[in-house]
């Protein structure tokens, strides 16, 4: 059985020696090493894949910053930001906010730098609510700044890698591919510095958030007609009216069968009361109150305010686009209450007009009758 005291700083090493292999090719030194430590793996029993060490001070305060201007970003550096979290809640590039099915794989990012692509699967048993179980990234060909073949990072299945598919945690020169994990098992950042990009995903219980901070010009050197939820948002056939769920469940109490075969109960205002301790306002408190309607999973009130704080963290004006609102009374006066004043209101005119029909009867049956009676009474007259 091997020791993570021994193995984990040797597999390090190793792992950033490898990283380093194509620059070294003539280096009789590091050849020396590199066997070394490879045979050092193989007489204490460590094996290649494996945890690394994550105590390197650059993973402890940001991304390496390069000493070149090589793979710097030349262009202007506007960003925007594309978040996806829950149960699946989707803020675009064009700060769109939306709610959406999108069960199954769809591709968040694609241009000639970077693809995203998410799977999103069932949450409940028998329910519609989905949730991010996979996140694929792949790095495209870049010889002078990446690597000379695609580079992927998987997560799925619960599991947050530490270290891309290969086992490094860097490419480029100066680093300017790299992977700092912020919270093992829990929290990865991507840096992608030749185009000033940024990605943090971060697993929740049993599923992934994602956000990423990129250049306009980047976003915008996308194909046309290229699907990209990030870019074009959501296909309308997908989108949930999430704030009129939230508004006909006002005064319900929900059953919400768990894959785990645990049934859960859970009323409106008890998610709302969840939602509002994790100080979450306006969006993200409506999909929080959201999730846990639809799914009972606690987990999605941490994946939205996790998601808040990233969304925050990459593009700090994101905050003037929030309100400071803790209710749900917005939703309630567009749905509920209004459905209900028109159910009144059709009540009334309904009473009304029942009332019409029967005064304009009771007016006829009158006139009939003087008819009648004058009739009756010329026919009487005669015999007088």
Known sequence: MESDDVCIPLRTY?????????????????????????????????????????KDPSNNSGPFVGETLMCNYPGKKIHRVCSLFGDPHLITFKNE??????????PLINNRHLTVQVTNDLVVENGAATATSQLTIVIKKNIDCAADSFVTYQAQNDYLPSTFDDGHIHYGPDRSVQLIEKSPGKHVEIFLRYIDTMISVQRIGQYFTFAIKMPEEVINSSEENNLELCVTGCPKSEIIQYQEIIAKNQNKVLEISTKQGENIVISRSDALELCRKAELTDFYLDSCVFDLLTTG???????????????????????????????LKVHDDRYFNHASSSWTSSQSSFRIT????LCILMQLAILDCVSKGNNFISHLNKFF
């Open 354 to 357: 029942l009332v019409t029909i």
């Open 97 to 106: 906010f939306q709610t959406c099915k999108i069960k199954g794989a769809w």
């Open 14 to 54: 190793y792992i950033c020696l490898i990283s380093n292999k194509k620059g070294c090719k003539g280096n009789i030194k590091y050849h020396s090493m590199f066997n070394g430590i490879k045979n050092q793996l193989r007489n204490k029993n460590c094996t290649i894949e494996g945890p690394v060490s994550s």
């Open 297 to 327: 999973d606690k987990n999605f009130t941490t994946a939205a305010h996790r998601a808040w704080q990233d969304s925050v963290s990459m593009m700090p004006t994101i905050k003037a686009t929030q309100e400071n609102r803790t209710d």
